[in-house]
């Protein structure tokens, strides 16, 4: 299925502390589809007070990351997360996945993986070292489902990549903005 879709999210935290955050989705060969954002989110004081050490979560839950993936018209059939508090907010039919580069134990064979616990996992999907993974609890039940398709997205991208393409992207909207 040549229309399935892989999203990337993520939120930054600038000086203020302001918040920005964006998704990126992009095909199977990492080419953009879609790419949206938030303006800048600064909570006021009043806010912090009120939140205290919920106010990070709530904004890039609540703020920044549930609203910009009601907002894409291209529904992933995955999202590649950062922040794992989203793993617990998830209400889409698709799974969350917090992924990451392992350097750690090495793994030698694509399509070997060992199970770390409570839905966590080292896959070795590609020529790179393995990727740690946490599935959404909802989704756990698909994990050979879920390698099958990190493997074939393994084959033309590197899986991790397209994190550093959407921050850099924040970042540049946030100097754009500082300028205006």
Sequence with gaps: MNNELL?????????????????LIVDKKGI????KYVEPIKPSRLQTLLYG????????????GIPLVDAV????????IREEPFLEESKWSFPIVS???YK???????????????GEYLIKIDANPPVRIKIDRRFREKLEELINLFIEVGQNLDIIEPFSRLEEAIKFIWREQRKS
């Excluded at 999203?7 to 998704?23: A, D």
């Excluded at 953009?32 to 790419?35: A, H, I, L, S, T």
């Excluded at 050490?53 to 920044?64: G, L, S």
């Design 73 to 80: 018209e291209h529904k992933p059939i995955i999202l590649f």
């Design 53 to 64: 050490n919920t106010i990070d979560r709530y904004i890039r839950i609540e703020t920044v």
């Design 32 to 35: 953009p589809v879609e790419f």
């Design 7 to 23: 999203g990337y999210i993520t939120t930054r935290v600038f000086e203020g502390p302001t918040y920005l955050g964006g998704i």
């Design 99 to 101: 992924v990451s580069r």
């Design 104 to 118: 750690g134990e090495f793994l030698s064979n694509i399509g070997e993986f060992k199970e770390l616990g409570d």
